[in-house]
C-alpha cells in the first residue's frame, strides 16, 4: 500500500495532460516518518492522509495552507539535524506544488490517502 494523491475530474474534462496521481509516500515510510511528524507538529489533516482524505476544490487553499505549516516544521526537524526526514520534505513540496497547479474550475475532487 502507498499514499497518493489522486484527482478526479468532472464530466466531460477530458484532458490527458492533466495531473491525475502523485505518490506522496509507501504505506512503511508514511507510517515511520510522516504520521510522526504530523503528531508532533499538530497536523492532523497530514495524519489523516494514512487512512484517506477527500477534498474539493473549495479546500484546495486551506489544505495548502495546512501543508505549508506541515512544511515548515519539517524544515526545522531538519535544521535541529534529523536529515533523515529530507526525502518527507522533498514530497510533502512536490505534493503542495500539485495541488497549486490543479486547475479548480476542471476538478471534481482530490482524494489523498
Do not use: C, K
Request: net charge negative.
Amino acid at each position: 500500500m502507498s499514499v497518493s494523491a489522486v484527482v478526479t475530474y468532472r464530466p466531460g474534462v477530458d484532458d490527458d495532460h492533466a495531473p491525475s496521481l502523485l505518490p506522496v509516500a509507501t504505506e512503511e515510510v508514511f507510517h515511520r516518518y510522516w504520521l510522526p511528524l504530523a503528531d508532533r507538529l499538530d497536523q492532523p489533516t497530514v495524519a489523516a492522509f494514512g487512512t484517506g482524505v477527500m477534498f474539493q476544490p473549495a479546500d484546495f487553499d486551506a489544505l495548502r495552507d495546512e501543508l505549508s505549516a506541515f512544511i515548515d516544521g519539517v524544515r526545522e526537524v531538519i535544521d535541529e539535524g534529523n536529515t533523515a526526514v529530507s526525502p518527507v520534505l522533498e514530497r510533502a513540496l512536490l505534493l503542495f506544488d500539485f495541488i497549486g497547479r490543479l486547475d479548480r474550475e476542471r476538478v471534481d475532487e482530490l482524494f489523498i490517502g
